[in-house]
């Protein structure tokens, strides 16, 4: 099996990165990730020279499409996650998923395996939450038989948007602001146990079921904060603002940077107090949960992949 061809349609980002150097510790050694963030596929290419790894944009037919034929397995994980603009959530997350799908029936591709995210039972109401919905409802009604796998807040090596940018924020300011009393609660889920679930739906042939993958620990969001200033030793004061404030300075951030790192929408996503059923994966997925504190020394410690930032 590991001499088959594995592809990873937006491959470069952050489950892309390790799902990459899991599979390759295990021997896999036929790997095309395809994605079209230049800066990210660098850094790829630099850790992994002996992969295919090609630009795609994935919401154009392409040469890009050849890959598929017969393939052993895709990894589908293009989204766009972040932005202001609704047309790039609509073509990333939709346009980009039905592209796919087609690719997979004429390569006659053997397995799939949908990466969709817990946001899909959640009650936000922003563009990255409506469009997943929408992308997994597509996928549901391809006739294309497979696991999908919903994933909460992940955070791990190569985290630019979540835990990894609060840690280098927090390096950077002398006061770190939290939003009201910062007691929502969070699931964070290790993204190195979510590519073993990956790894493992692969491996086993798994062709249905859906799965809403959490962190088995409940930390309030203050606490992820407080955990993270830890044990990157960092010596920021954390204070408490009022909501509204917090929420007007992330508005006028947005004005100067087209794609910041978090938005108003994601704020809103923050406080909306979701709270999602634990299934035990390790025994569906026979993978290990990692401790929280554990997984967090492993994202921030590790000598090598600590220090790799992506762009997006």
Known sequence: MTEQKIILPGGAGLVGQ???ARLKARGYTQLVVLDKHHANL?????????????????AESGDWQRHFSHARAVVMLQAQIGGTDYAEFERNNLTSTKNVLDALRAGQVDQ??????????????DYYTNTKKLQEQMVLESGIACPVLRPTLM????????????????????VFPVPGDGRYLRQPLYVGDFCNIIISCIESGRREGIFTISGHEKIDYIDIIREIRRVIGARTMIMKIPYSLFYFLLWLW?????????TTQQLQALVARDEFNLIDWPGIFGVRCTPFATAIEETFRDPIYSRIVLEF
Not at 112 to 125: G, K, P
Not at 155 to 174: A, C, E, I, T, Y
Not at 254 to 262: E, I, K, V, Y
């Open 18 to 20: 390790n799902l990459v």
């Open 42 to 58: 660098e850094v790829l290419r630099r850790m992994h020279p002996d992969i295919v790894i090609e630009y795609a944009d994935l």
């Open 112 to 125: 799939l395996v949908h990466i969709s995210s817990s946001v899909v039972e959640s009650v936000a109401d």
């Open 155 to 174: 955070f791990g090596w190569f985290d630019r948007k979540h835990l990894g940018w609060l840690s280098r924020f927090m390096q950077k300011v002398p």
């Open 254 to 262: 947005s004005l100067f940077d087209r794609n910041p790192p978090f």
